[in-house]
Each structure stands twice: as structure tokens, then as C-alpha cells.
């Protein structure tokens, strides 16, 4: 668990050195003087309105995550297990900190921003834009799937205590209060999709674009939402995950495709876990490998 916790904290330190140690720097000196100020980067994603302010917004968001982080590790070392009731309320608390985390973003945005044309929220004009999340839940499946036939979880798996299994997937694994699942459902395929790409595409990734260009905000997206869900063997597939995603909203121009993708992704994962939940005859090394698969 030490290791677990090193290598994400690693994680955290990588990014937050990309954007404190050069991204922030590189836009302020380039910003200093009004004939130094930085070309707007190219691309669908509008980043027309971001600029310094977002630095404190990013900061504060980083902050928020590392204060999760420190709280995992003192909840890794109570191996208490919680009962039905503090389940619930713990869900409750997780999907309002989900929209909480929406609510900021557009409140740092407020005026600044035109949010339905910057994040491309029209759905008339971006419906067939979604459509193709189903086969980009396939990819990362087929990744994950070669990743485990490679011997890379078995690799990760001498490094690391217990089976390696995100918590959000164990505790879908384990329940048998009927409330509890389903609001593991509603956090995992409502919550999880539309806060996390408001905050780390919609937000982070459009911010670190307009300061630093496309492919260092295509890798920090990516990498701090890898780091952000504090799991080892999740962490190199949902870094594949957000860079996808990053992907997908910059060639799409809408914040759609990426929570569309997200949608899919996890609410795939909630039903392969229901179905080996309530089939456990079923081969038992695809259960094993399915818990490896992340869940918001």
C-alpha cells in the first residue's frame, strides 16, 4: 500500500510540476507586455475567456484533490470496514461533492465564459458526436484486456498488497444493500461522467491548452485524472482513459463526447460487475479480471 500510495503521490508531483514549474511560468512571462502576449492555440475547443484567474481555479482544484488523497491513505490504514449506513451517507456525500466540484467550475467561469459555446453543450448540433462511445469503450477494454495478457497486473500485482482492486469495484463486488447499489450507479454513470469532464476537459484541459498548447494539456488532463482516482493498477489505463477523452472533446469541439465516452465506460463496468455479481458460477478468472477494471 506504501508503494501504491508513492507512485500516485509521484503521479500528483508530476503534474503539479508541469503546470507550477512550466506552464504557469512560460504563459506569465510570455504575457508580460502587451507584444509578448501568447497566439491563441488552434483546435475545436474554444479557449477564448481562460487565462490568469484559471490559475487560481486549477490551484485550488489541485489542492482539493491532494487533501482526497492525504484523506485515502488515513483511510487505507483504518481497514474498519464501514456499515450499510455509513456506506449511504458516504455516497451521498461523494455524488454532492461530484456536483459541488460543477458548481466551482462555473462559478470561476462566471461572465467570463460563454459555457454553452465553449463546451459545446448545443445538442442539436453535436448528438452524432456521441455515438462512437460505445467503440471507444471497446478500445479501452481491448487495451486493459492486452495489458492483463502481457503480465502487466500480475507484474504490478508483486508490488502492491491485496488484489488491487479499486475500492468503488470491491464495494459494487460486496454489497447486499439494495440502496447502496443503486446509488453506487448513480455516482458511477451520472455523477463521476459529468463532473469529471466538466472539471478535468472542460475545465483543466481547456486552461492548460490556452496557456500551453494542445499535447501538454492532452498529457496533464490525462495524467492527473489517472492520479485522481488513487488506484495503481487503474492508474496507467485511466491515464489512456483521459487522454482519449481529451481527444475526443478536441476533435469533437463538444463536452459531450467526452461524458458520453465516460458514461459508457462506467456504466459497462457497473454491468459486468452486476452480472458476476449474481452469476458466481461463472469462470472464475474472469471475475478476477474484471475487478481490475476501473469504476469512475
Known amino acids: 500500500m506504501d508503494l501504491e500510495f508513492k507512485v500516485i503521490g509521484i503521479a500528483y508531483a508530476i503534474c503539479a510540476g508541469i503546470l507550477f514549474l ?27 475567456g481562460f487565462g490568469l484567474p484559471d490559475i487560481i481555479g486549477v490551484s485550488l482544484l489541485f489542492g482539493f484533490y491532494a487533501c482526497l488523497f492525504q484523506l485515502s491513505r488515513v483511510e487505507a490504514a483504518d481497514s474498519e470496514l464501514a456499515g450499510a449506513e455509513d456506506l449511504v451517507l458516504g455516497l451521498i456525500f461523494n455524488f454532492l461533492l461530484q456536483f459541488l466540484q460543477i458548481a466551482f467550475v462555473l462559478l470561476i467561469l462566471f461572465r467570463r465564459v460563454n459555457l454553452v459555446e465553449a463546451f459545446g453543450l448545443r445538442w442539436r448540433a453535436t448528438w452524432w458526436k456521441v455515438i462512437y462511445a460505445p467503440a471507444v469503450v471497446f478500445v479501452m477494454w481491448a487495451f486493459m484486456i492486452g495489458l492483463d495478457f502481457v503480465g502487466y497486473n500480475e507484474w504490478l500485482g508483486q508490488f502492491i498488497e491485496g488484489d488491487g482492486m479499486q475500492e468503488s469495484v470491491k464495494l459494487l463486488q460486496e454489497t447486499t444493500d439494495p440502496l447502496v447499489f443503486i446509488l453506487m450507479g448513480v455516482v458511477a454513470c451520472i455523477g463521476a461522467p459529468l463532473a469529471e469532464e466538466v472539471v478535468f476537459r472542460g475545465y483543466i484541459y481547456t486552461m492548460v491548452k490556452r496557456m500551453a498548447g494542445l499535447p501538454l494539456a492532452v498529457i496533464l488532463s490525462g495524467l492527473l485524472f489517472g492520479a485522481v482516482h488513487m488506484n495503481l493498477v487503474a492508474l496507467l489505463p485511466l491515464t489512456v482513459l483521459g487522454i482519449i477523452l481529451a481527444l475526443s472533446y478536441e476533435y469533437t469541439g463538444s463536452l459531450w463526447a467526452p461524458i458520453a465516452i465516460h458514461f459508457c465506460f462506467n456504466a459497462a463496468t457497473v454491468a459486468v460487475q452486476t452480472l458476476l455479481k449474481f452469476n458466481p458460477e461463472w469462470i472464475e478468472e474472469i471475475e478476477k479480471n474484471a475487478g481490475f477494471i476501473p469504476l469512475w
Open 22 to 48: 512550466g506552464v504557469v511560468p512560460y504563459y506569465a512571462v510570455k504575457h508580460l507586455g502587451g507584444e509578448n502576449v501568447p497566439p491563441i492555440p488552434k483546435g475545436r475547443v474554444p479557449i477564448q
